[in-house]
């Protein structure tokens, strides 16, 4: 049976209709290939709640032809049919210009309609299971985005964002389900562990389209303000800290270093820091990784017994 709401969508062309998880689930194109064919057909399609519960599709054509055994049929070709998803599943189309995207679900041919549906604005990776999803995070850019199915063979969405939140490199990722599992309590779920949203399958794609744009966009202006508040601040400590001369604090920052036991390598960070580079700068001036400032830091917050960068410059103000 069919939900009496979605009746007057099913034949649209991908309007997704999934109310259980199976392993052959559609894109939302056969129907609407049925209505192509029936308008050239010049045919009509009813659609009607069966007394069983089921649905009922009838179809009537204004006229008909007997055909004789062994007499040929004339086949009528259908002008502009629709485009149908075909090909390996792989990524394309990739540009170190555009955002990145991966994309999780056990459906091969969604994963395919949204690739060749956003490929063209994003950068589209692909995965198929949480396992390959984990793999292909560690190979790929950066995604701006994670969009993941819930329930898949082994384990579920639920883990693969478990599982992200605990790497600190892609914890902040946005992460939005696109799912069949319906319910106030696997939304709730879902949202309550960290995903910014869910939307429930059947969708229409220029929603789901719409979503990326705008979280992407917020995603990008709060990144900004966070870079103009960290170099604002810094700017700030840095113009107290030029207003002594170099000589009066050569003896005070050395004397720090020496009392708090900081290394030839932590010093070149802080000395960086207090030029105002942030930490993406500093590990490109001392060619190491972020994560190896971020690791030098967190040793000298330790030794100086400050919590932030803002207390540590304080401290080597003199």
Known sequence: GLPVETSEHIFEPYYLLSHKKTGQQGV?????????????????ILVEKDKSGGTCFTISFKESKAVRPGE?????????????VRGLINEKNISPEKPSLLV??????????????LDETYNIFLARDVEEAIVKLRTIPRPALIISD???AGPDGFSLLKDVSKMEEYSDIPFIFLTALGGE???LRGLGLGAVDYIEKP???????????????LRQRQEKREISFIHNKI?????????????????GFNALCEKYKITIREQKIIRLMLSGMIHKEIAFKLKISKRTV?????????????????????????
């Not at 040929?72 to 149908?84: A, F, M």
């Not at 999780?104 to 549906?117: F, S």
């Not at 929603?207 to 992407?216: F, G, V």
């Open 28 to 44: 939302g194109v056969g129907l609407s290939i049925v209505k192509k064919i029936i308008d050239e057909l010049t045919a009509s």
């Open 72 to 84: 040929p049929v004339e086949i009528i070709p259908l002008t502009s049919p629709l485009p149908l």
């Open 104 to 117: 999780v679900d056990d459906n091969v041919q969604l994963l395919k309609l949204i690739r060749n549906t």
């Open 150 to 152: 819930i329930m898949m």
């Open 185 to 187: 309590e696997a939304k």
């Open 203 to 217: 969708f229409i794609m220029t929603e789901l389209t719409a979503k990326i744009s705008s979280i992407i966009a």
């Open 235 to 251: 700017e700030g400590v840095f113009s107290g800290f030029q207003k002594n001369s170099i000589q009066s604090h050569k003896p």
């Open 294 to 318: 971020d690791y030098h830091l967190a040793k000298i917050y330790k030794k100086c017994g400050v919590i932030n960068k803002y207390d540590l410059l304080n401290k080597f103000q003199g």
